[in-house]
């Protein structure tokens, strides 16, 4: 008898060391800040039940519990609804409708200053200068003054070495959220007996994607689900403005192993029907006057409400048409500091795979549909997976345009 106490002990405390440890790695996967609509309620998906409950003991996993807008409760997450696992905000917000796009559209991305892209030795009589690199400059800089005065083209900044009369110029250079100021003195080039700073600038950018959503209240978009990065330097680019044309996608590289796919397209003409607002690491910003595209608006899921299994994007792969293409929610990641990689999916549809491969690059900012409600967009491909990739959040595109058009209502006022 002594032993089968033991041994149940023993039994007791394995399990209980087990349940704690299992309580800790479900601890740092789930968020601390959850928003809930008085319609969803909050529910966490998990293999092992986690429940919720509020400071006054309600539960939240039923709807309309929770129905005064704005306001912040504080909650506990619980492992089998007895072991705590963490101290959680839950606020309440209003349900958000919008419309889900998946049409191609056109950018053209102007910088706030110009990026630098190279930097190269200049040719002096028998030896080498390099100005730049002795100004302290770096690949990724922006310039935004010489001498006091605003740069944002090519044009203006080789204008300006090459009159300097070989005279420092002052520039005032922003690196990552640092802004500085350096002298920097060009040289007289053996080549050509112009000055030269040895710099390569650049000062906007094009392409196509696809647009996530429309809000037809508010008149804004939002489209690629990750920002428009320098394609040699790899950093967000600078925006001052940009606009957004139609589109037209007239042709398929198809991804394989070991090299991403791609959509071809072209502006169908060079007329804007949208400003771009914000390039940034969640996606591109901007107003349109009319949607793009006469879908009928969905409910954007809050992140908790998306679950492994089956969903669609809504995507074009030939024409301006969007058509729906079945894909598989492998896994969903909370962590705060992946805002673009929220989830991985993979394309099942036969359709999509024997036409594209998978993911190709034009297709990030494609909605994910699931039981009805937008819950993200596609973001990045695997390069060695082509039928695998990530999503984002549709919450976090939402709130993160919802902030843009709090701010231009502001500017407006």
């Known amino acids: 008898m002594r032993k089968f106490f033991k041994g149940l002990s023993l039994g007791l405390a394995l399990c209980s060391c087990v349940l704690l440890a299992a309580g800790c790695l479900l601890s740092a996967g789930l968020p601390s800040d959850y928003k809930v609509t008085s319609q969803?309620?909050?529910?966490?998906?998990?293999?092992?039940?986690?429940?919720?409950?509020?400071?006054?003991?309600?539960e939240l996993v039923e709807a309309g519990v929770l129905n005064t807008p704005n306001k912040t409760y504080d909650a506990n997450l619980k492992l089998l609804n007895i072991i705590p696992l963490k101290e959680v905000k839950v606020q309440v917000v209003e349900e958000t409708k919008v419309i889900p796009c998946g049409t191609p559209f056109g950018v053209k991305i102007f910088t706030d200053g110009v990026v630098v892209v190279g930097i190269a030795d200049v040719k002096v009589d028998n030896a080498t200068a390099n100005p730049s690199r002795q100004a302290g400059l770096k690949t990724g800089d922006v310039i935004l003054q010489i001498n006091g005065q605003n740069v944002n083209s090519n044009e203006e900044v080789s204008k300006c070495i090459q009159n300097c009369n070989g005279e420092s110029l002052m520039l005032c250079v922003r690196r990552e959220n640092m802004t500085f100021t350096t002298e920097l003195k060009p040289v007289?080039?053996?080549?050509?007996?112009?000055?030269?700073?040895?710099?390569?600038?650049?000062?906007?950018?094009?392409?196509?994607?696809?647009?996530?959503?429309?809000?037809?209240e508010q008149q804004m978009f939002a489209g690629l689900g990750h920002g428009i990065c320098d394609v040699d330097t790899g950093e967000l680019m600078p925006l001052r403005d940009g606009d957004i044309v139609t589109a037209t996608i007239n042709g398929v590289v198809r991804g394989v192993k070991g090299t991403p796919g791609e959509l071809r397209g072209y502006f169908n003409d060079q007329r804007a029907v949208g400003g771009l607002l914000a390039n940034v690491n969640t996606g591109v910003y901007g107003t349109m006057g009319t949607a793009p595209i006469q879908n009928e608006a969905v409910v954007v899921a809050m992140k908790q409400q998306v679950?492994?299994?089956?969903?669609?994007?809504?995507?074009?792969?030939?024409?301006?048409?969007?058509?729906?293409?079945?894909?598989?929610?492998?896994?969903?990641?909370?962590?705060?500091?992946?805002?673009?990689k929220n989830m991985v999916i993979r394309i099942t549809d036969p359709k999509l795979l024997e036409t594209t491969g998978g993911i190709v690059q034009g297709m990030s900012g494609s909605p994910i549909i699931q039981n009805g409600m937008l819950v993200g967009a596609v973001t990045h491909v695997f390069v060695n997976e082509p039928e695998r990739g990530y999503g984002i959040f549709a919450e976090n595109m939402v709130s993160?345009?919802?902030?843009?058009?709090?701010?231009?209502?502001?500017?407006?006022?």
């Open 40 to 58: 969803s309620g909050l529910e966490i998906h998990n293999p092992v039940p986690v429940s919720v409950q509020t400071e006054n003991g309600k």
């Open 307 to 340: 679950k492994t299994g089956k969903a669609q994007i809504l995507t074009t792969i030939d024409g301006q048409t969007p058509q729906y293409y079945d894909i598989e929610i492998e896994s969903v990641n909370y962590k705060e500091h992946t805002p673009t």
């Open 188 to 216: 007289k080039s053996s080549a050509d007996n112009h000055f030269k700073a040895g710099l390569w600038v650049r000062d906007s950018s094009a392409g196509i994607g696809t647009l996530t959503f429309y809000n037809e």
């Open 400 to 413: 993160v345009s919802s902030s843009i058009f709090q701010d231009l209502k502001k500017k407006a006022s």
